[in-house]
Structures are given as C-alpha cells and as structure tokens.
C-alpha cells in the first residue's frame, strides 16, 4: 500500500484540513509556501493521468471548500500535480498541491529554461 493510502486510511498520522468519505486535505511536511496543502482521492489510482471523470467532479467542490476554508478563496493560490518523472512526481498516488499564502513565483520551471533579459 503506498503512503498516501496509509495517510487516507488512518495507518500514518497527519494533519488534516478537510476529510470527506471520498477525499483528504491535509498539511504537506515539506510546506513549499506559507500554505501548502496536499488534496487526494481516498481511492488510489497513480497519477493524474489515470483520474476519471468522476473523481475529478468531486476533487473540484473539494478542493474550492478547502481554499475557502484556509481563507485563500478571495487571495488567490496556485493548483499542481506533478505527473510521471518529467512532471517530477515522487508519490505515485494522485494528489493536488494547493499552494498560497503569499505572492508565488512562476519561472525556471524546466532547468534549461532561462530568461532573455
Ligand atoms: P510530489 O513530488 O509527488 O508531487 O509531491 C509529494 C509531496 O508529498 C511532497 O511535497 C512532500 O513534501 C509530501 N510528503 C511526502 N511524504 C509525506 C508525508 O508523510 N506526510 C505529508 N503530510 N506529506 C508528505
Ligand atoms: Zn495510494
């Protein structure tokens, strides 16, 4: 069982935001922002690439009652999933970065990306 199933079934311990029967929001433990929020499906499927339909109908009123829980609603935040190596996943079990808090950066997204000026 991976470690998110672990987290969404109780085993490993976490800090949660929001839980419904079907999803989980809780504190990621290498915050990558003032606010950084990890939101997953209790179900396990690997990656973005295998969410269905139905599961992302959910994830969406979701993850919006979860921004306006944490009082980002209005500031605004930055949504992710990292897919496979390239996207540089490192849990292969689908989940959503909910990012805020504060003014975020957006550059040097690929390492042989550079600026002209
Ligand atoms: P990925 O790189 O797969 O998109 O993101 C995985 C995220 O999970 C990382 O931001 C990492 O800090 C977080 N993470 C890894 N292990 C744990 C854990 O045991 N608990 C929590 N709360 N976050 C974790
Ligand atoms: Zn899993």
Not at 60 to 76: I, N, R
């Amino acid at each position: 069982m991976c470690i998110f199933c672990k987290i969404a079934n109780g085993e490993i311990p976490n800090n949660t935001v929001l839980e419904t029967e079907h999803y989980l929001a809780f504190h990621d433990i290498y915050p990558k922002a003032p606010i950084h929020i990890l939101i997953i499906p209790k179900q396990h499927v690997d990656s973005f690439q295998e969410a269905t339909p139905d599961m992302m109908a959910g994830l969406t009123t979701f993850t919006q009652k979860v921004a306006s829980l944490v009082g980002l609603d209005q500031a605004g935040y930055r949504l992710i999933t990292n897919n496979g190596d390239d996207g540089g996943q490192e849990i292969h079990h689908l989940h959503f970065h909910l990012l805020g808090g504060g003014k975020l950066k957006w550059d040097h997204l690929h390492e042989d990306t550079h600026r002209s000026i």
